[in-house]
């Protein structure tokens, strides 16, 4: 049983912070990578940013400047600071994690059951 843990979402005015975080926790041999997603209502779920195994990541063109994500690989947590709100950067963020339950076993995709970001203009 995997299990990804949302928390830090909440109501903010525009120009402001939050950071959220994601913890994974159950039965996991690794993650392989660890991202962040958004479905603004309406809207298909978008790709914030990702954390793969060797740390890179391509920030969505719409967030570059202001978010940044951070995965701390001991303790199966991913982050997303969001800087500089905006009102279109209201959302369900959603954390992913691409985890192998096994060695040498195939990677599924686990999601978190997302955080309401809102931001008030």
């Known amino acids: 049983q995997v299990q990804l843990v949302e928390s830090g979402g909440g109501l903010v005015q525009a120009g402001g912070s939050l950071r959220l975080s994601c913890a994974a926790s159950g039965s996991i041999f690794s993650i392989n990578a660890m991202g962040w997603y958004r479905q603004a209502p309406g809207k298909q779920r978008e790709l914030v940013a990702p954390?793969?195994?060797?740390?890179?990541?391509n920030y969505a063109d719409s967030v570059k400047g202001r978010f940044t994500i951070s995965r701390d690989v001991a303790k199966n947590t991913v982050y997303l600071q969001m800087n500089g709100l905006k009102p279109e950067d209201t959302a369900v963020y959603y954390c992913?994690?691409?985890?192998?339950?096994?060695?040498?076993?195939?990677?599924?995709?686990?999601w978190g059951q997302g955080t309401q970001v809102t931001v008030s203009s």
């Open positions: 992913n994690a691409e985890v192998q339950l096994l060695p040498g076993g195939r990677t599924y995709a686990y």
């Open positions: 954390v793969p195994s060797d740390g890179s990541t």
